[in-house]
């Protein structure tokens, strides 16, 4: 009996101590799970921390960006740290403490600090897109702590970037749309070309096109037409160089196309020379060129003539005897400055009646001889665009009037540089103004030299021309090389009249009575350039030749037969830039068909000038991107 009683005295002191040591392991699981899971939400919570401070540093790189865009910059000051935001002492400006809310529960506090050096100009290093290109960069920095429901802090992120500004006019070509390069003969392309959408490589037949500078495509790089899915007729040679020295290219070939269009996709033989699949750069809008609006190119121009018109589309002599009137930013007529620009101290080379005007006016009612046909508008909307409501501009005269009377500029002087040289508005006030399809235009003539042509006159440092309209530039164009000066052409489209153009072409029907001859323009020019196929991307491509909007060689639209006797082609001299930031919109004509005009020989350059940044024209459309520099977590709040 007393040793059954011993033994079940240790059964019961084994159980006892089983049922300890189970009960402690429990208990340790139970400590064990809770504190896992207590880390698994504070993980879940400090990523969510981290997300939020991340989404705030994105916010405010990109709210910077945007100033930028407006062709502005950010200003403010700068709290000295995230406890000086929480305190109420937050900054101002673009600078500034601001807070975001985020849907898990999250919040971001940021705030910016400016590097005290900026700005700094910069040349992009080779390896990057856009190396060569100069570029104004400016450094900031962006703190963001994440914070929980409760406002603790879950993370801490800085982000260090700069911010770069590139001005578009240092691009041979640059298309913010699909951009198509299909030229005859020999052109090169001697400066960067970039498109943000796809790019259409289709030389013509015994034509050959050579890309000296580097080639940038956000989309997909073709050989072939965008139109047309064959290669008949469009089997020419394209070479892109594979150094960035653009003094001494070393030309590959890009694949032949012998028989369909097909898309490159292996570009590594180029050394970076072809960037496929790059992210897109944010460009200005085209209606930041209207007129009459808060747009920048509105608002600050030095000089803004608009040539009024009533409601039938009849010119308006209320105020001046042409229709033009000198117009402030308001869109309200200056009569003083109207009238002394029709005065005798600005007499110029418009003919209008019996009176000579530096500014006038053509129309459908001038009669032969005096008025203009652009056959390419007539062909597609003869009744619209049978002859165009025209404001006529002799540039030279229009600067001799300026020096002579310079309240028309509101006292600025020919050499004033608050733009960096000069901007002028040219405008139509019209029924059809807004019109996706009107008989609207500008014309420039006298324009060889771009200096008043007075003794003693101050030089122009550069000009820029403006309007939201068809701008038609009628002989050669800042041609005289000892009188150069940075010049720009921005409108809704662009024309060319060589010198021997005369206006009872436009009676002619026949387009082989209208000869073209040798002509010269140096100058930027941004214009818009129908979508081929209506639409971007694959959508638009197969719809057929009579779709096809021309691409780069259409930047400036002919309508003339340039030959001399039965075979010789007369040169179009070109130097400057091409830009397009979208589709005319209004202009619907295409490139084709070719029964209303044939082209010059293509003598095109890029202008080697504007890659300096004092050589630019006023008020060059910019695009800017952000570079990250530094991106650190830190684990101490200030």
């Known amino acids: 009996m007393k040793k059954l009683r ?19 392991l429990l208990g340790a699981y139970l400590i064990v799970s809770h504190t896992e899971l207590k880390m698994v939400r504070s993980s879940r919570d400090s990523q969510s921390g981290f997300n939020a401070a991340e989404a705030g540093l994105n916010v405010r790189a990109e709210q910077l960006r945007q100033v930028f865009l407006d062709y502005a910059l950010p200003s403010g000051d700068s709290p000295t740290s995230v406890t000086d935001c929480d305190e109420g002492d937050l900054g101002s400006g673009d600078y500034a403490c601001s807070t975001i809310t985020l849907g ?59 911010a770069r500004r590139v001005p578009l006019f240092q691009f041979m070509v640059f298309f913010e749309e699909d951009l198509e390069i299909f030229n005859g003969a020999v052109m090169t392309l001697d400066g960067p070309v970039h498109t943000n959408g796809d790019f259409y490589a289709g030389t013509q037949d015994g034509g050959t096109t050579n890309y000296t500078g580097q080639v940038s495509v956000a989309g997909n790089l073709y050989r072939g037409l965008k139109s047309v899915s064959s290669c008949s007729g469009y089997s020419g040679t394209s070479k892109v160089s594979d150094t960035p020295d653009r003094s001494a290219p070393n030309y590959i070939n890009l694949p032949a196309c012998s028989s369909s269009r097909f898309e490159i996709d292996d570009v590594e033989e180029w050394q970076g020379n072809i960037n496929l699949g790059i992210e897109p750069v944010t460009v200005p809008s085209p209606e930041d060129m209207d007129a009459f609006s808060d747009g920048e190119y509105w608002q600050r121009a030095d000089l803004r003539l608009a040539l009024r018109l009533d409601g039938s589309g009849n010119v308006i ?49 001038d009669g032969s001889g ?47 540089e608050t733009e960096e040289g000069l901007v002028f508005f040219f405008a139509i006030d019209g029924p059809l103004a807004d019109a996706s399809q009107n008989n609207y235009s500008v014309r420039i003539r006298n324009a060889a030299t771009l200096q008043s042509s007075t003794a003693g006159a101050p030089d122009v440092e550069g000009l820029t021309i403006v309007t939201d309209q068809g701008l038609v530039v009628w002989g050669d164009y800042n041609s005289n090389a000892a009188e150069w000066v940075p010049s720009a052409l921005l409108a809704d489209t662009a024309w060319l009249l060589s010198n021997s153009w005369v206006d ?4 002619q029907t026949d387009r082989y009575y209208r000869d073209g001859n040798e002509t010269t323009v140096n100058a930027a020019v941004l214009s818009g350039i129908r979508r081929t196929g209506g639409i971007n991307g694959e959508d638009g491509q197969d719809h057929g030749e009579d779709t096809n909007g021309g691409g780069a060689i259409n930047v400036f639209r002919f309508n003339e037969w340039f030959r001399i006797g039965s075979s010789d082609i007369p040169d179009f001299h070109y130097t400057g830039s091409m830009v397009s930031l979208g589709a005319p919109r209004k202009s619907q004509s295409t490139w084709g068909p070719f029964t209303y005009y044939s082209a010059p020989n293509r003598d095109w350059s890029f202008e080697d000038r504007f890659n300096d940044p004092e050589n630019l024209p006023p008020m060059t459309p910019v695009f800017v991107y952000l570079r990250q520099e530094l991106f650190v977590r830190d684990y101490v709040v200030d």
């Open 6 to 24: 011993h033994t079940s005295g240790i059964a019961l002191l084994s159980v006892l101590f089983l049922l300890t040591l189970m009960a402690s």
């Open 104 to 162: 898990n529960n999250h919040s971001a506090t940021t705030y910016v600090e400016e590097d005290p050096d900026n700005p700094s100009t910069t040349v992009i290093p080779p390896g990057e897109t856009f190396a060569g290109l100069s570029a104004i960069e400016y450094r900031y920095n962006v703190r963001s702590v994440g914070r929980n429901s409760l406002g603790s802090n879950e993370a801490i992120l800085d982000l260090t970037f700069q």
């Open 317 to 365: 002599t209320t105020n001046s005897p042409t229709g033009v009137e000198v117009v402030n930013a308001a869109g309200v007529t200056d009569t003083a400055l109207t009238t002394l620009l029709h005065s005798a101290s600005c007499p110029g080379l418009i003919s209008e009646g019996a009176s000579s005007y530096v500014v006038g006016n053509r129309n459908s009612s």
């Open 370 to 416: 005096n008025r203009l046909r652009l056959y390419r508008e007539y062909q597609i909307y003869p009744a619209t665009n049978n002859y165009q409501q025209t404001i006529e501009i002799d540039m030279q005269g229009l600067l001799n009037c300026i020096h002579a009377q310079p309240s028309i500029m509101g006292g600025k002087l020919l050499s004033d």
């Open 504 to 507: 009872s072409d436009s009676e």
